[in-house]
Structures are given as C-alpha cells and as structure tokens.
C-alpha cells in the first residue's frame, strides 16, 4: 500500500513523505490514527504543502540544532508544578505539552512535543530526565522537576 505521512513516524518517515507499507499496518493503523492519507495523483500535490509546513517546523541544519541543545542543556532549572498526593504521586501523568510549556516558561526555546522522548510516564514528584531529538545526530538532555501544586 503505497501513503503519503501527514506525521512523523518512527522508523518509517517525516511528514511528506510517500512510502511503501503493508495494507493491514496502512489500513488498520496508519489511517484511522491520521499519521497518513492514501497515496494517488491528487495526493499527490498536497505533498508540496505537506513539506513546506514541515520546513518552517523543522530545525534548518546541524548548527542550529546544536545551537538550540545548548540553550537546552544552559537552562538552570526546567520545573513544573502538578497536582499530587500526599505520598507524592500525580494525579494524571505530566504530557509532552505540559513538559514544552515549562521549558518556554523557563526561558528556553520553542520546541515541538513530537520531539520530546520522555523516559515513560512521568507519574511521581522528583526529577525526571527528558531527551529531546533536535537532529538525527542531536539529541539534548535536560532534567524536569515536578513539584507538587499549591
């Protein structure tokens, strides 16, 4: 089954990108989830509109993204206040908006939250590492302290 992504998928593409998939992983996956539209010709020409919006996304080259993981790593302290019990876990869990929210807040740079690769659900009180994929060759890393909510 041949696709056109409308997102990022790992391991597959970027956003504009057609590629060659299994029918049941397009059919049953891909396209209810919106991370894909079938290909065809008329398709076709939404990919110009697709990869432009991609581009003014996306990071322009190896130098900004390093300079951006060192504006990352610069931040003294990325920290977000959520509800919690008393034995210090959250009610809910901390998303990827929320953690993106506190990095602008801190003073740090805008960030897309499909970037964000949390070491699994952020559920507890505490420092919490975050890596963020700026490049295919750059990754940066920061911690994120969840205080409890007054």
Do not use: C
Not at 23 to 51: C, H, M
Not at 105 to 120: Q, T, V
């Amino acid at each position: 089954m041949k696709i056109i992504l409308t997102q990022e998928v790992s391991g597959l593409g970027a956003p504009g990108d057609v590629v060659e998939v299994k029918d049941g992983y397009g059919r049953n996956y891909l396209l209810p989830q919106g991370f894909a539209i079938t290909w065809s010709k008329g398709a076709e020409k939404q990919v110009s509109v697709i990869r432009r919006a991609r581009e003014a996304r996306e990071i322009r080259d190896l130098g900004h993204a390093n300079e951006i993981k060192a504006q990352l790593e610069g931040l003294s302290k990325v920290t977000l206040s959520a509800r919690a019990g008393d034995g210090g876990r959250l009610f809910g869990s901390v998303t990827p908006a929320e953690v993106v929210e506190a990095v602008r807040a801190a003073g740090g740079p805008a960030l897309d939250r499909r970037r964000l690769e949390l070491s699994g659900h952020i559920k507890s009180l505490g420092a919490h590492p975050v890596r963020v994929k700026l490049h295919p060759e750059v990754t940066a890393r920061f911690d994120l302290t969840v205080v409890k909510a007054k």
